[in-house]
């Protein structure tokens, strides 16, 4: 039915409206009522309407490939909803709930169309009532991103961590390995060979042997710090990896989902179109 003409002064949208337009407009305005935990469109439905709250709210949500469900915006009196599919015709990008009993206007392509030949300033309200939902899809999108395995485990390294990872990659690398052969052959040769010096750790080199005791004990002590940090690395890689197999799972079950819906509507475009049908077969 019809809406109230003194229901549209309330709209931003149609502020700029004379009394004439909003007369006019609300001739062509439907408004129609959903229940209390009723779907107004899924996900996925074509989109030919733009949606105006007139009493209630209306839940704005999508599910992510994990299946969480994500609210984009909450829509009271007088918000609007559904403007994205309704202008470039595709299909809706989100589903709406009505949370509870709500009285919606409801308005066509066509009408919207009018609104801006007779309007301008009307779009105006209309983009920026789109980019705050742009801005709600881009933080969404910058904070639920699936995580980098490396980059989280170095945004919560401290530096005794990241000097323990050196460390422990410096000590398996051949640098390391002809670094200390060198040094033995000196230290051995500098105690026993006669090269003219008085020989300060003689054999069994004593010395020697507690230096190299002690590098090895805080050598394992590093790379046990780096094997936890690499093992923790691990879990969070682990933890990815099921998360991004889950998300392949619900993409595949969101893709049944729309598959069965469209089977049902054309099941029941098809039985429409018979039942017109027959009237016309009875009457030849």
Partial sequence: MPCDPQFLTQIRMFDHLDEDDRQALAGVIDETTFAGGSIVFHAGDPGDSLYIVRDGEVELYIKDTVGQKIVLATAGPGDMFGELAMLDEGAR?????????????????SDLILLFQRKPEAALHMLASLSGLTRKADELLRTRVSRNANEEIEVHSTPLQKIA????????????????????????????????????????????????????????????????????KDRVRADIEYDVNIKAEMEIGHLHEKTDRLYENMMGRFERIEKSLQPRQSAG
């Fill in 93 to 109: 990008t989100a589903t709406a709930l009505a949370l509870k009993d709500s009285e919606v206007l409801v308005l066509d392509r």
């Fill in 165 to 232: 990872d050196w460390i422990a990659w410096f000590s398996g690398s051949m640098a390391f390995l002809i670094l200390n052969a060198t040094w033995f052959i000196i230290w051995i040769g500098l105690n026993t060979l006669p090269l003219g010096v008085e020989p300060f750790d003689p054999f069994p080199f004593g010395l020697l042997t507690m230096i190299v005791s002690l590098e090895a004990i805080f050598l394992s002590c590093f790379v046990l710090v780096s094997q936890n940090r690499q093992a923790e």
